[in-house]
T-cell receptor, first 110, second 110 residues
Framework: DGGITQSPKYLFRKEGQNVTLSCEQNLNHDAMYWYRQDPGQGLRLIYYSQIVNDFQKGDIAEGYSVSREKKESFPLTVTSAQKNPTAFYLC?????????FGSGTQLSVL | GQQVMQIPQYQHVQEGEDFTTYCNSSTTLSNIQWYKQRPGGHPVFLIQLVKSGEVKKQKRLTFQFGEAKKNSSLHITATQTTDVGTYFCAARTGANNLFFGTGTRLTVIP
């Protein structure tokens, strides 16, 4: 069954803690993306990767980090430097420039 | 940075009424895409428009791209409860990144 898998579905972060959101795809797509969605706002790009071992900052990269060691995987770490991390995080991959999204991770702060 | 304005933010319609959402940019767009996000779900690609003045139909949905390639609209004829969700436009200006509009949340009253 092809698609994009995000885990966990819900995640809670304590003050000063780093947390990592997982994103795996078996669509054989080269490009992968991380978006943040806040209520009443559109999707804002955090990081993207066009190819393995390469990634670029998006519009709101501060307080986040990523890696792309494998084509299938693009994990996002929300660091303690991100002071307002509560949001819905969406991972996507693309082919022909259209995006395929995972089911998302809701991150909340304890 | 690039901004894509989308209106209205919310729309409540009686089942059977029509619905339209508009997307506007101050700059010329390479193409525009539309996505639908059901409540609690993730965005799903609907369509991409590339040519000036292009009109595409998907059953009760009609998508238009303006002659100047600075605006787009999505029109739904005779809404049904299955149309409920948030509709996003997403645009490129030539670079790799998609800029998402803020979305229009559609509520259909049975």
């Amino acid at each position: 069954d092809g698609g994009i898998t995000q885990s966990p579905k819900y995640l809670f972060r304590k003050e000063g803690q780093n947390v990592t959101l997982s994103c795996e795809q078996n669509l054989n797509h080269d490009a992968m993306y991380w978006y943040r969605q806040d209520p009443g706002q559109g999707l804002r790009l955090i990081y993207y990767s066009q190819i393995v071992n390469d990634f670029q900052k998006g519009d709101i990269a501060e307080g986040y980090s990523v890696s792309r060691e494998k084509k299938e995987s693009f994990p996002l770490t929300v660091t303690s430097a991100q002071k307002n991390p509560t949001a819905f995080y969406l991972c996507a991959s693309s082919t022909d420039r259209k995006l395929f999204f995972g089911s998302g991770t809701q991150l909340s702060v304890l | 940075g690039q901004q894509v304005m989308q209106i209205p933010q919310y729309q409540h319609v009686q089942e059977g009424e029509d619905f339209t959402t508009y997307c506007n940019s101050s700059t010329t767009l390479s193409n525009i895409q539309w996505y639908k996000q059901r409540p609690g779900g993730h965005p799903v690609f609907l369509i991409q428009l590339v040519k000036s003045g292009e009109v595409k139909k998907q059953k009760r949905l009609t998508f238009q791209f303006g002659e100047a390639k600075k605006n787009s609209s999505l029109h739904i004829t005779a809404t049904q409860t299955t149309d409920v969700g948030t509709y996003f436009c997403a645009a490129r200006t030539g670079a790799n990144n998609l800029f998402f509009g803020t979305g229009t949340r559609l509520t259909v009253i049975p």
